[in-house]
């Protein structure tokens, strides 16, 4: 069975919180070494200053990418490389992404699917989210894929392992895993990684005692 990274998101609904840089000093103690943050809700030069405490801690960084009209992502794009993050994730416009990624050692993780709405919903059915993952994960220029299985109306264990099967590439799951029984699905799906911000921001995994720290190492727990 696969070990999926847990990537902890410095955010909740998808924006990056206020008072992010207090909550990573928490991932960093609690063994997190894969953390990220969305490309709204808080100003470049936090990101930034979040990217660089990410990377001096030795951890991999993520920005992941909720804007969805073609001239917010690009400016997204931009900011990520300005910033040097380790993974750029989410995104719709990929024919207009990977020009401005190409040289750059950034990992690439578009969505698949059609995306829509804020918080994002994976619109589809089954069979067309799985054939968008499988053409847009033979790109050349992608690395991975972002899937936001649980934002989907359909057979979410299916259509993750299926995903993972079909495209060709490392799938990592986001959006409202919010149980431990999740994660235990993401991790029988075979995926690469997933993400979780707000479930564990709001304490909703069943920890031993409260607080953040206490919730990062029980989703450790569940992923390992």
């Known amino acids: 069975m696969s070990h999926p990274d847990f990537i902890f998101m410095l955010t909740r609904n998808d924006r990056t919180v206020a008072g992010a840089a207090e909550y990573l000093e928490t991932a960093l103690e609690a063994g997190v070494r894969h953390i990220g943050f969305k490309d709204i809700g808080q100003p470049v030069e936090e990101l930034a200053r979040l990217n660089q405490r990410i990377r001096a801690a030795g951890a991999s960084s993520y920005l992941e990418v909720v804007s969805q009209d073609l001239d917010s992502e690009l400016t997204s794009v931009r900011v990520a490389l300005e910033l040097g993050v380790d993974y750029l994730l989410g995104g719709t416009h990929v024919d207009a992404v990977l020009p401005l990624l190409a040289g750059s050692r950034i990992r690439y993780y578009p969505f698949p699917g059609e995306v829509y709405g804020h918080p994002s919903i994976l619109g589809g059915t089954l069979e067309e989210i799985v054939a968008s993952a499988r053409r847009i994960g033979a790109m050349p220029g992608v690395h991975g894929l972002d899937l936001l299985a649980y934002r989907a109306s359909v057979d979410v ?7 993972c099967r079909q495209a060709d590439v490392p799938v990592i799951m986001a959006g409202s895993i919010d149980t431990t029984a999740r994660i235990q699905i993401v991790r029988d799906a075979g995926a690469a990684g997933f ?17 953040l720290l206490a919730q990062l190492r029980t989703i450790l727990a569940a992923a390992s």
């Open 157 to 163: 264990p299916m259509l993750m392992a299926e995903v």
């Open 195 to 211: 993400t979780v911000g707000t479930a564990a921001l709001d304490e909703r995994f069943p920890a031993p005692r409260p607080g």
